[in-house]
Structures are given as C-alpha cells and as structure tokens.
C-alpha cells in the first residue's frame, strides 16, 4: 500500500468517527450547522491557547537574550580588570545560552508558521460553514428526500474532513508547543541552578558575581583611596600637576 | 481527483497529475523503508509543491470531500514510520 493510501485511510477513520457523532443529518440539518458553529468556537479558543504559550516562549527568549548582553558587559569588565580568566568563563557560559536561545528561536519560528496556517484554515472552516448555512437552505426547499441525502451527505463529510483538519493541526501545534515549553522550563531550571550562568543578578551569589564585585569593590577603595591622599596631600599634590600655584600667587 | 494537504487546504488534480503524484508516493514508500531522512523531507517537499503548483486550489467555501490525503508538511519521516507499523508493513 503506498504512503498516501495509508494516511488517507488513517485520516478518513477520523473523520468517520466525527461523522458517527452527529446526529442523522437529514433530520437535523440545522442541530449540525449548531454544532459546527459551536465546534468553531472550540476551535478558536484553542488557537488563542496556542498563541498564548507561544508568547510565554517569545518572553522566555527575550529573558535570555537580555541575560547574554549582560554576560557580554561582565566578560568586559572582567577584561579590562585584567582578569582573562573570569572574561572566559563568562564567555563560555554565554556561548551556552546563545545556543539555548538559537534553539528556541528556531521553534518559535516554527509555531509561528504553524500558527499562521491554523489560523488560514480556521478561516477556512469559517467560510465553509457560512456555505453550509446557505446550502442547508437550499436543500431544504428544493430537493426531494432522496436527493438530499446524497447533497446533505457530501455537505457533512466535507465540512467534517475540514474540521478533522484543524483538529488534527491543533493537536500538532499544542504537542509542539509543549515540548518546547518542556525545553524552555529546563533552561529555567539551569538558569536558577546556576550552571548556565546567572552571572548577571547584582548580588546573585555566584563565583563569578562575587569575583566581579570584589575587582569593582577593590578598584573602588583604590579611587578613594587615591582621593582621599589627594586631599591630605594638596600641596604635594599639586606641585605635580601644570601650574596653577605661581599663576594664582601673581594675580 | 481532489486531494487535501493536511493544514493546507484542498487540491483538484486530473488524471495525469495524479499519476505523477502516484510516482512520488512509490519512491516515498521506500525512502520510509530505508529511513531516508533527508530524503524524505525532500520528497515531502517535492510532493506538496507539485500539488500546490499543479492543482487547481479549491475555494474556502467550496465543501468537497477528498480522495487522497496528503501529510502535513512538517510532517517527519518517524511519523509517517508509526503509521506503517501499524499496519506491520515495516518490521522492526
């Protein structure tokens, strides 16, 4: 059996199985255009469901974009304290967020194409239905109980495939989306547990942080330090620098 | 022959069109067989533009019901695979 035939097979089952649930459509023509509208809605909601997990993932990204442009400032500073050996640690660190981040990028890319199709194919069902509405009419005052059947028959399969359609999509998308929001938690938990580098938070505790602070901490005695003698020593001190001193004692 | 590219839409085709298509599902079936990845994602793609360049692209209000249903086209070889095993077509 080829490829097609198969799947085909698979997915005409699932709509059969959408099919076996409605109600016998030539009674009830119009309990099946209520349920279509309903089952619209349905698919709506999950849509926005699918769009909200997807911008919890966009936050997630912009989160860790903003953690490695601080990684980039602090591999800085460790460098012009001299100290090549925190720079690279923190370069390493945010080279693994780069990667985390490129990963999820790509499969919020992927959601979007997804979301975009799901959201042609809503329309799609939208515009079916509103046929459906106008067919059911029509049927009603212009075929003979045999006839319409067949037309009413057609009308259901068709709108049912198009709703397993979506159906199926959704639950690709949400399966999707969940992954990633599995991958993106263990980012969090990496992130919290310091092994990929919340190297960044002020007082965040960790070896880097703490080997940062004591460089600025220690650079920041020295300046006042160097103040403070200035002070004690003006006279020195001045001496040193161009000459205000004679200027200032002939005026 | 109407035809339905999972999350896509539908697709009339006509007979030769059809039969070019039958052609790509057969090398399908063994790039499965050999679990082909890359091929396979090529072949998809050769598939699903086929129908999308060749077909006749049905309006959203026209309510037919398809004949051959095609994968989504982010659809994976491992997918397709599962779908076979069912049916025991592939040992493993």
Do not use: C
């Not at chain 1, 925190?86 to 945010?94: H, M, P, Q, S, Y």
């Not at chain 1, 057609?154 to 690709?172: L, Y």
């Amino acid at each position: 059996m080829g490829l097609l035939s198969r799947i085909s097979l698979i997915f005409k089952a699932k709509v059969n199985k959408v099919l076996d649930k409605a109600e016998n459509p030539n009674e009830t023509l119009d309990y099946s255009y209520e349920r279509q509208l309903e089952q619209l809605q349905n698919f709506k909601r999950a849509i926005v469901e699918i769009t909200t997990s997807k911008k919890r993932l966009e936050l997630q990204s912009a989160q860790l974009k903003a953690d490695i442009d601080r990684m980039e400032t602090q591999a800085r500073q460790a460098l012009a304290a001299g100290r090549e050996d925190l720079a690279r640690v923190v370069l390493t660190r945010k080279a693994t967020a780069q990667q985390q981040l490129d990963d999820l990028n790509t499969q919020i890319n992927t959601l979007n194409d997804q979301q975009q199709k799901l959201a042609d194919a809503e329309a799609r069902l939208s515009a079916k239905i509103e046929a459906f509405r106008t067919q059911k009419e029509v049927i009603k005052a212009q075929y003979s109980a045999a006839q319409a059947q067949v037309r009413i028959s057609e009308a259901v399969t068709g709108i049912s495939e198009e709703m397993t359609d979506i159906g199926t999509a959704i639950e690709r998308a949400r399966n999707k989306t969940a992954a990633m929001q599995a991958r993106a938690g263990a980012i969090d938990e990496l992130v919290n547990t310091g092994v990929l580098a919340d190297v960044t938070q002020v007082g965040g505790g960790n070896d880097v942080d703490r080997e940062l602070a004591r460089i600025s901490a220690s650079a920041s005695v020295d300046e006042e330090l160097a103040r403070m003698k200035a002070e004690l020593g003006a006279p020195q001190q001045h001496q040193t620098l161009p000459p205000p001193g004679p200027s200032s004692s002939q005026s | 022959m109407i035809v339905r590219i999972q999350g896509e839409g539908q697709w009339e085709l006509d007979q030769t069109q059809v039969a070019q298509l039958d052609k790509i599902d057969n090398e399908m079936v063994e790039v499965v067989d050999a679990n082909n990845t890359a091929r396979f994602a090529a072949l998809l793609a050769e598939m699903l533009d086929f129908v999308r360049k060749n077909g006749r692209k049905l309006a959203p209000d026209e309510i037919a019901a398809s004949e051959l249903i095609l994968p989504p086209a982010d659809a994976t070889l491992e997918e397709v695979r599962e779908l076979f095993q069912d049916e025991g077509l592939i040992s493993v």
